[in-house]
């Protein structure tokens, strides 16, 4: 059975950093791309960040809202992708979900079940 | 980066009903499209890709169809477990949602 489990979220102040996790399991991690997503309080989904395979070529693409800021990776060994996130604003605040890729494309049909970021004073 | 547009935001409908949504590309994506179903407090839950292809165990009564820059999501017969928040995906070139539409108790 594929799971995602996503952790390592939290409260946090602005301008400060965090690190989120998601750990992968039932499925030939390193084949997969993985995406994060967010979704912030009542609104829509955002897709942040997205890593190819490392077959693929480890081709990495992040959204114009958080270029800059924030850093996705992945590990292949230990079947975790991570999402560094620096200098966090309020704006930040969301659920952040992490998926696999489907057949090589950037489509989820597993996703984690989230793990709030909370950028507040 | 490609703007997806759905529409209705809100749509009312009763048990049974025909409802469909409307997602649009600001450019051509060909089939490069996903639709999903989200609850509250859950995670998206995939329903159709390439378009027009069903997800394994998902109910018929889901279909898609479009290519190129306008799609749409219909279900023929809207059930109970239906009424929820549904997004489209377009995923060929990076990956974009649209906005969501919330299909709710008439």
């Known amino acids: 059975e594929v799971q995602l489990v996503e952790s390592g979220g939290g409260l946090v102040q602005p301008g400060r950093s965090l690190r989120l996790s998601c750990t992968g399991s039932?499925?030939?991690?390193?084949?997969?791309?993985m995406s994060w997503v967010r979704q912030a309080p009542g609104k829509g989904l955002e897709c942040v960040a997205l890593?190819?395979?490392?077959?693929?070529?480890?081709?990495?693409q992040y959204a114009a809202s958080v270029r800059g800021r924030f850093s996705i990776s992945r590990d292949d060994s230990g079947t975790i992708a991570y999402l560094q996130m620096n200098s966090l604003k309020t704006e930040d605040t969301a659920v952040y979900f992490c998926l696999k890729w489907t057949d090589g494309q950037s489509f989820g049909d597993h996703w984690g079940q989230g793990t709030l970021v909370t950028v507040s004073p | 980066d490609i703007q997806m547009t759905q529409s209705p935001s809100t749509l009312s409908a009763s048990v049974g009903d025909r409802v469909s949504i409307t997602c649009r590309a600001s450019q051509s994506i060909s089939s490069w499209l996903a639709w999903y179903q989200q609850k509250p407090g859950k995670a998206p839950k995939l329903m159709i890709y390439k378009a027009s292809t069903l997800q394994s165990g998902v109910p018929s009564r889901f279909s898609g169809s479009g290519s190129g820059t306008e799609f749409t999501l219909t279900i023929s017969s809207l059930q109970p477990d239906d009424f929820a928040t549904y997004y489209c995906q377009q995923y060929q070139s990076y990956s974009t949602f649209g906005q969501g539409t919330k299909v709710e108790f008439k």
């Open positions: 039932g499925f030939t991690f390193g084949d997969s791309g």
């Open positions: 890593i190819t395979s490392i077959g693929s070529g480890g081709t990495i």
